[in-house]
């Protein structure tokens, strides 16, 4: 689902559904111990979701001593989701960066609020807006992925992948989680790419519907582990099988009549990502997978984030 660019920003990467640019990254920390890989069933998924319903969010402090006084999330639920991904607090004046070495590229990840409940990640240069994924919280407490829009295009076409949110949508994580059962939801949904003109900042027009299909999805909160990097993390796995029904304007890509893209990409949360300033804060600390029926490096989209840095002033 997100992408990772690396510097200078690349043209005409595409939704996770779709194989992306760019070159390959080289992944980030090995050694992760402790995952739960064992799906839950329904009847679990919906005892846990009940479970959170009926929790009160305990809100933990800023800073890393959490995670040193526990055994990896010991103690630490229920859990506020929000604080971790995007941070709404955090990413008013900070980003997500991978610094460059002389064996890894520099990569980044940055937030921007549309309103109080959405907003808009970018993983290109801070204060760039060529492609964007855009999430929203709902007040049923799920947040939901909504769409993705790619414009860095040197042309003026431009790409949106549009899923539909009703009954019951995208849904990626929920607001609360219990901190100790793994929590699980599983649907299908329908997607529509679309070719546009305009930029990220313009309402599309004219709209060209290129392709169609459905989504089945499983996102999953597996649960605590310890990274190699000592960091302790909240690991979450999607896996979507995006079976292409309609299309044939963008073959060469994947979205196309009879195609299907079968996506698995693991993420990991942590407690205390060093803070430029001072200080430690919550966050996406890694990414790993992608199209598992790709066969090359661009297919993957790999990354671990070294600290929060301040956003440059516009």
């Not at 660019?5 to 111990?33: E, I």
């Not at 890393?64 to 999330?73: H, M, Q, Y």
């Not at 995208?170 to 546009?196: D, K, L």
Request: charged share 25%; glycine share 10%.
């Amino acid at each position: 689902m997100f992408r990772f660019r690396r510097f200078p920003c690349l043209a005409a990467c595409l939704l996770a559904l779709v194989p992306g640019c760019g070159d390959p990254s080289s992944g980030p920390d090995a050694g992760r111990k402790g995952a739960q890989d064992a799906a839950m069933d329904g009847s679990s998924a919906d005892a846990a979701l009940d479970a959170q319903a009926d929790a009160t969010v305990d809100e933990l402090s800023d800073g890393g001593s959490d995670a040193s006084i526990v055994d990896c999330g010991e103690g630490l639920g229920p859990l506020d989701m929000k604080t971790f991904f995007p941070n709404l607090v955090r990413m008013k004046t900070h980003y997500l960066i991978r610094r460059k070495t002389d064996s890894i590229s520099e990569q980044v990840l940055w937030f921007e609020a549309k309103d109080k409940d959405t907003f808009y990640m970018y993983n290109s240069t801070p204060l760039e807006r060529c492609h964007r994924d855009t999430h929203s919280w709902w007040d049923d407490g799920y947040m939901r992925y909504i769409e993705t829009l790619n414009a860095c295009s040197p042309t003026a076409v431009r790409t949106r992948y549009l899923y539909d949110n009703d009954n019951p949508g995208f849904i990626f994580i929920p607001e609360t989680w219990i901190g100790t059962t793994p929590w699980q939801r599983t649907a299908t949904v329908a997607v529509e790419v679309y070719s546009e003109t305009g930029d990220t900042t313009d309402e599309p027009t004219p709209q060209e519907r290129v392709c169609a299909g459905t989504n089945a999805y499983t996102n999953t909160l597996l649960g605590w582990e310890r990274l190699e990097s000592g960091q302790c993390a909240i690991h979450l796995r999607s896996e979507q099988l995006t079976t292409w029904t309609d299309g044939t304007a963008m073959c060469g890509s994947g979205c196309c009549k009879g195609y299907q893209t079968d996506w698995q990409e693991d993420y990991w949360f942590a407690l205390d990502i060093p803070v430029e300033g001072g200080g430690t804060d919550r966050g996406m600390v890694a990414t790993e997978g992608g199209n598992k029926m790709g066969t090359i490096g661009i297919d993957r989209w790999d990354s671990t984030f070294d600290g929060w840095d301040l956003l440059p002033t516009p």
